[in-house]
Nanobody, 124 residues
Framework: VQLQASGGGWVQAGGSLKLSCAASGRTYSPTAVAWFRQAPGKEREFVGALRRPMRRTYYSNSVKGRFTISRDDAKNTVYLQMNSLKPEDTAVYYC??????????????????WGQGTQVTVSS
């Protein structure tokens, strides 16, 4: 399974961006797809996760109400819509996936597949 993250860029505070995580490979049926981010000098941080097939979503407190995860199964793509962006949202954003759901879905080490990351920069 290969994951390709895209959609990052530069935006002013208060703006929006939509990230995409496209999957490819012979088989792909993960139960958990998540977004993480990592700012310079900081650890990788959980942003949100999508639990399939029930389509439940989970978010960190820092992005709840501003970010939304959605999916398009026909395109094997998961999205992260980011609204009301703040300078502290600046980071490299990664998508990740694992085949089976896990209670500790916020820990990066629990994910088997990773995209390459896409830079998001929010200026004040």
């Amino acid at each position: 399974v290969q994951l390709q993250a895209s959609g990052g860029g530069w935006v002013q505070a208060g703006g929006s961006l939509k990230l995409s995580c496209a999957a490819s490979g012979r088989t792909y049926s993960p139960t958990a797809v998540a977004w993480f981010r990592q700012a310079p000098g900081k650890e990788r941080e959980f942003v949100g996760a999508l639990r399939r097939p029930m389509r439940r979503t989970y978010y960190s407190n820092s992005v709840k109400g501003r970010f939304t995860i959605s999916r398009d199964d026909a395109k094997n793509t998961v999205y992260l819509q980011m609204n009301s962006l703040k300078p502290e949202d600046t980071a490299v954003y990664y998508c990740a996936a694992r085949i089976n759901w896990i209670v500790d879905y916020t820990t990066p080490q629990n994910y088997q597949y990773w995209g390459q990351g896409t830079q998001v920069t929010v200026s004040s």
